[in-house]
């Protein structure tokens, strides 16, 4: 990929974060990755093409995220290193995941591009995590891994001194292992 647009593509998260679609300027975009207008459209065709762009590019890392084995861990111990392993990465993507939940909140879903073009992808990695955590009580969980996601996401958009106040140790660790233990409660391995 060509180093300007990758550059504009790691900028671009924290302005729309920060701002929104509707109240990020193509300026600022310009501005916070150092290049022309004229070179978002070329790179993008426009702001609502990097808009897309980052979005993709938000669910293309998730995504890519590798899965340890989990297979010879308890099934409890399982889901505990899978909430953790999620969680770490969406502290990584966090102006990705704010730009996700400022879109989410502005308009009340995902943009249908992004459903139509990332939801399948979406469904077949958490049907193979399933598969690899072999959960002893089959059941339909979708209610409990969709409240568990928005827990997640919540905490991963947290400034860490928002948290600490509510916390005895490192954050993230005790916001992990806190999420873990949700996770192990709501699948009913306790």
């Given at each position: ?15 729309f974060a920060s701002h929104g679609f509707a ?168």
């Open positions: 990929m060509h180093a300007t647009r990758t550059h504009i593509l790691q900028t671009a998260p924290a302005i109240g990020a300027s193509t300026r600022q975009l310009a501005a916070a990755a150092e290049v022309n207008i004229a070179t978002i459209a070329y790179h993008f065709g426009g702001k609502q093409g990097l808009y897309e762009a980052v979005l993709d590019a938000v669910y293309e890392r998730i995504l890519a995220t590798p899965i340890p084995n989990l297979t010879s861990a308890s099934p409890a111990e399982r889901v505990r290193t899978l909430v953790a392993l999620v969680y770490a990465k969406a502290r990584e993507e966090r102006d990705g995941i704010r730009v996700l939940l400022r879109h989410v909140m502005s308009h009340g879903s995902l943009p249908r591009t992004v459903q139509d073009k990332w939801t399948p992808h979406t469904l077949a990695k958490v049907g193979e995590i399933f598969e690899q955590l072999e959960l002893p009580n089959a059941g339909d969980h979708r209610l409990d891994i969709l409240s568990l996601n928005h827990l997640i996401a919540r905490y991963a958009v947290s400034e860490e001194a928002d948290i600490k106040p509510f916390v005895q140790g490192d954050p993230h660790t005790d916001i992990a292992n806190h999420l873990g233990d949700l996770a192990v409660k709501l699948l009913k391995l306790h």
